[in-house]
């Protein structure tokens, strides 16, 4: 079996770009043909030039993703001065990008990694979500932008989840007859409370259906009757809170939650 050849991923970043590049390629090879070796943060063309000159010596192939034009062109001029093995992954991509866009690209190293205030809030509202989702939570139900209530099936998380991509902090409460909602709920404004509504033949079909997928059977959840009166029993507490009801029967989720910002945000 042959040696193992270096392969010596070269980056201004930490290298993710390359890394998940070689390990898509390194799928068609046997274990043991090749080993990796990231040289990260790439930043002067005298850098450059000592690893070029310590690769090329020990015959390593060469991975680069540099931002900068210069160092990209230097990087080029070192590897074939020294006949090394080498692919400027990022590169081209780039060139025919601005060409194609008429710009000039930023050559600004690590822009993929760089975590933007957006990210951490898109992060805290889906732990929040997670955390109030189906009524929990319900102590810190004032911290939520917008709390969804409803009875079952009426795609609460779900809504919550995709708004709480957006960066929204969302809070859930199930409608269930006979008990009564939280008493935090009817404190928040009613402008950021939401009620989900759907017509109750489509929630009786609904419900029978994921009776027959898990295989269980509860008594009243599916019959037309019961289901009625909850649906009037949970307009009542909406009526209440003073809430908009959204339909939801029929629709996509993204188009449900679009409906919803528009009256959060007016």
């Known amino acids: ?23 898509a390629a390194l799928g068609q090879f046997e274990p043991g043909t090749f080993r990796v070796v990231r040289l990260p943060k790439m930043m002067t063309k005298q850098q450059l030039a ?4 310590e690769g090329c010596a020990e015959g390593c192939i060469f991975l ?15 590897v074939a001065d020294c006949g090394a093995a080498a692919v400027d992954i990022l590169g081209p991509v780039i060139d025919t990008l601005a060409a194609s866009a008429g710009t000039l690209p930023l050559g600004v190293a690590g822009t993929m990694r760089k975590i933007d205030r957006s990210y951490f809030e898109r992060i805290g509202a889906m732990e929040f979500a997670v955390n109030h989702d189906d009524g ?13 209530i409803g009875v079952s099936r009426t795609s609460k998380t779900p809504l919550s989840m995709y708004l709480a991509s957006r960066g929204h902090k969302v809070a859930n409460i199930p ?14 404004e009613s402008r950021r409370v939401f009620g989900l509504i759907i017509e109750s033949d489509l929630l009786t079909e609904i419900r ?12 009243r959840y599916a019959e037309p009757d019961a289901v009625g009166r909850e649906l009037e029993w949970a307009r009542t507490v909406m009526r209440r809170i003073g809430c908009v009801a959204i339909k939801t029967g029929g629709r996509a989720i993204e188009e449900i ?10």
Do not use: C, W
Request: no cysteine.
């Open 175 to 188: 409608l269930v007859p006979g008990t009564d909602p939280p008493e935090e709920l009817f404190k928040v």
């Open 136 to 148: 929990r939570g319900a102590e810190s139900l004032d911290e939520a932008d917008i709390v969804l």
């Open 208 to 219: 029978a259906k994921r009776m027959g997928e898990l295989g269980t059977y509860t008594r």
């Open 50 to 53: 000592d690893a070029v000159d």
């Open 1 to 23: 079996m042959p040696a193992e050849r270096t392969i010596l991923i070269v980056s201004d970043g930490i290298g993710e770009t390359a890394h998940q590049v070689t390990k």
């Open 257 to 266: 939650a679009q409906e919803i910002l528009r009256y959060y945000n007016a």
């Open 64 to 78: 680069y993703t540099l931002a900068d034009p210069t160092m990209r062109a230097e990087m080029e001029r070192l």
